[in-house]
T-cell receptor, first 114, second 111 residues
Framework: DTAVSQTPKYLVTQMGNDKSIKCEQN?????MYWYKQDSKKFLKIMFS?????LIINETVPNRFSPKSPDKAHLNLHINSLELGDSAVYFC?????WGIGNTIYFGEGSWLTVV | AQTVTQSQPEMSVQEAETVTLSCTYD???????LFWYKQPPSRQMILVIR??????QNATENRFSVNFQKAAKSFSLKISDSQLGDTAMYFC????????FGKGTHLIIQP
């Protein structure tokens, strides 16, 4: 069983389209995250939810909207896709929020905008 | 804001050798955690080892160990008896509110 699973794993789409990436964790964790890894492999946090509430919202265009229907799910919707959105998006989770919580990552969703 | 610096973009060693990856960080906090993650070509992010800042004893996990120097804000990863499967990107990360990552070191183990 995959602890943190994301779908789709690969996504190729045209500029201007709207797409979603889904994430589910079966670890019973309270906190979930979205990270973006750019073409230079730099990883940066985008959003974090704790018990379905948004607690981190880094400087991300408002075309990106996370949604957490319950503690086990955190989906990422992207409107009006741009070439610069091409990246690997990682969903992750941890037991709780704050110091001492180890973060476990999904396998990543490779988004290519053409 | 916290920053994490990995000064070695790429390293290459022979199989069975020992290799050390460097990491320094900057923070004004006293209590935090540090992590090393491995990212093989599959892109999966795999936790290698973690260190609690208030513990002086260096963490070890089988062939992986760290040298944690809190005063110097240094957190290096040592891989002993390196194996071909160790070939990957290695990311150092500072953990408080979420993770702040370094830019990574691409480690290549040569046969």
């Amino acid at each position: 069983d995959t602890a943190v699973s994301q779908t789709p794993k690969y996504l190729v789409t045209q500029m201007g389209n709207d797409k979603s990436i889904k994430c589910e964790q079966n670890l019973g964790h309270d906190t979930m995250y979205w990270y973006k890894q750019d073409s230079k492999k730099f990883l940066k946090i985008m959003f974090s939810y704790n018990n379905k509430e948004l607690i981190i919202n880094e400087t991300v265009p408002n075309r990106f909207s996370p949604k957490s229907p319950d503690k086990a799910h955190l989906n990422l919707h992207i409107n009006s896709l741009e070439l610069g959105d091409s990246a690997v998006y990682f969903c992750a989770s941890s037991q709780g929020w704050g110091i001492g919580n180890t973060i476990y990552f999904g396998e990543g969703s490779w988004l290519t905008v053409v | 804001a916290q920053t994490v610096t990995q000064s070695q973009p790429e390293m290459s060693v022979q199989e069975a050798e020992t290799v050390t990856l460097s990491c320094t960080y900057d923070t004004s906090e006293n209590n935090y955690y540090l992590f090393w993650y491995k990212q093989p070509p599959s892109r999966q992010m795999i936790l290698v080892i973690r260190q609690e800042a208030y513990k002086q004893q260096n963490a070890t996990e089988n062939r992986f160990s760290v040298n944690f120097q809190k005063a110097a804000k240094s957190f290096s990863l040592k891989i002993s008896d390196s194996q071909l499967g160790d070939t990957a990107m290695y990311f150092c990360a500072y953990g408080a509110d979420g993770l702040t990552f370094g830019k990574g070191t691409h480690l290549i183990i040569q046969p």
